[in-house]
């Protein structure tokens, strides 16, 4: 058990059910209530890959950069599934500031500098082990080395959406954001970098 972990929850047990994508377990843990009973849980939970994100904005423009592509989950629930998202990608080893830089380019085509980290966050943490950093980075528009669109031999058809900053924030109280980092980042950048109607510089 690594340091610092609550010794209230035990792991009795983890079977694999599925190893496609991401792995799925079925994990039985025993845990003891605040009254001091023990109970026994059974809970199903994906092993994902940990994120980065990072959302682009140009303060002189009061613009941002996202991407919309189909997402199969929002799809059985009831959306059309095309969602206009922050650049975001696994880790697959690499330093989380890294993966954010290296998304932006492979999605968006921008090269950037410099990531500034916001939050660190679990996903879903009921069902998933994934955790995501998430990042801000300033994009400057003569910096862009290449169309974007992500890699197609990753299956990834990326389209690369720039707004400006105040409709972007509209789209997120009707509806056409509903992507929690982006909006999450988006609250950010409004808090602290870009305000709403120009009320920072």
């Given at each position: 058990m690594p340091d610092g972990q609550d010794k209230s929850v035990?792991?009795?047990?983890?079977?694999?059910?599925?190893?496609?994508?991401?792995?799925?377990?079925?994990?039985?843990?025993?845990?003891?209530?605040?009254?001091g009973k023990r109970q026994t849980q059974t809970r199903e939970v994906y092993d994902c890959a940990s994120g980065a994100a990072v959302l682009l904005y140009n303060r002189q423009h009061?613009?941002?950069?996202?991407?919309?592509?189909?997402?199969?989950?929002?799809?059985?629930?009831?959306?059309?599934?095309?969602?206009?998202?922050?650049?975001?990608?696994?880790?697959?080893?690499?330093?989380?500031?890294?993966?954010?830089?290296?998304?932006?380019?492979?999605?968006?085509?921008?090269?950037?500098?410099?990531?500034?980290?916001?939050?660190?966050?679990?996903?879903?943490?009921?069902?998933?082990?994934?955790?995501?950093?998430?990042f801000v980075a300033e994009y400057d528009r003569a910096r862009r080395s290449s169309p974007g669109g992500g890699l197609a031999e990753e299956g990834e058809d990326i389209e690369v959406v720039e707004l400006d900053f105040d409709d972007a924030l509209a789209m997120i109280e009707t509806g056409g954001i509903l992507d929690i980092k982006t909006v999450l980042l988006l609250r950010h950048l409004e808090s602290t970098v870009l305000g709403r109607h120009g009320e920072r510089s």
């Open positions: 035990r792991i009795v047990h983890e079977d694999l059910i599925a190893d496609d994508y991401y792995p799925l377990k079925k994990v039985t843990y025993e845990q003891r209530r605040r009254d009061r613009s941002v950069v996202l991407t919309r592509q189909f997402r199969i989950g929002a799809r059985l629930n009831g959306h059309d599934g095309f969602l206009l998202e922050a650049v975001a990608g696994v880790l697959d080893g690499a330093p989380p500031d890294q993966r954010a830089k290296d998304e932006a380019h492979e999605e968006t085509g921008y090269d950037i500098e410099h990531v500034e980290p916001v939050l660190e966050l679990f996903v879903s943490p009921g069902s998933t082990t994934e955790r995501m950093y998430l």
